[in-house]
């Protein structure tokens, strides 16, 4: 998979998490909120193993901005 597909899919799946929390709060179903919890968990896997630099394999760390070019290696990043 492709980073930047990876970046768009944490972004999204964080949008989706808040809404499952906020939904489970709402309804009082403590299950909801563990669904969440999930969501969040498989969604911070995929961008561990695909947000990387295709390159040199550097993991692109989910808190800074998309980079242009590799911090580690320097490549451009498509
Ligand atoms: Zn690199």
Not at 15 to 38: D, N, P, R
Not at 45 to 59: G, I, T
Request: proline share 4%; glycine share 6%.
């Amino acid at each position: 998979m492709n980073h930047k597909i990876s970046r768009r899919i944490f972004n999204i799946g964080l949008l989706v998490t808040v809404a499952v929390a906020l939904l489970g709060g709402i309804l009082m179903k403590e299950w909801i909120i563990w669904v969440s919890v999930g969501i969040f968990a498989l969604n911070f896997v995929q961008q561990l193993l695909f947000d990387r630099c295709p390159h040199c394999d550097e993991w692109f760390s989910y808190r800074s901005k998309e980079p242009d070019f590799c911090p580690r290696c320097g490549k451009k990043l498509d």
